[in-house]
């Protein structure tokens, strides 16, 4: 029942901007952390950036200035904001969300971001 589902993934030049949304169901949306992984071919699932239910965030030192995570608690969807795309920034992003307490997580099926240089 629950769902995480990603969307504004796409192809865009070094330099460019993009922002991710990921829509969540099925879940008590305000009781989870809300976090952005990326991965590219052939590497780990690294983590982008985190947010809690305070609104408080983490970033990935590869993105510190360029990324920012904000969630909109009424429509249960946390974004990324994308500026300044590097195409090391290549990968297939994921949402994930993190109930408190328990630490079941959850995560959707991933959005292809592609930067080309």
């Known amino acids: 029942q629950v769902q995480l589902v990603e969307s504004g993934g796409g192809l865009v030049q070094a330099g460019g901007s993009l922002r991710l949304s990921c829509a969540a169901s099925?879940?008590?949306?305000?009781?989870?952390?809300m976090g952005w992984y990326r991965q590219a071919p052939g590497k780990q699932r690294d983590l982008v950036a985190t947010i809690t239910i305070g609104g408080n965030t983490n970033y990935a030192d590869s993105v510190k200035g360029r990324f920012t995570i904000s969630r909109d608690n009424a429509k249960n969807t946390v974004y990324l904001q994308m500026n300044s795309l590097k195409p090391e920034d290549t990968a297939v992003y994921y949402c994930?969300?993190?109930?408190?307490?328990?630490?079941?997580?959850?995560w959707g099926q991933g959005t292809q971001v592609t930067v080309s240089s």
């Open positions: 994930n969300a993190r109930r408190v307490v328990t630490g079941v997580l959850n």
């Open positions: 099925g879940l008590v949306f305000s009781a989870n952390v």
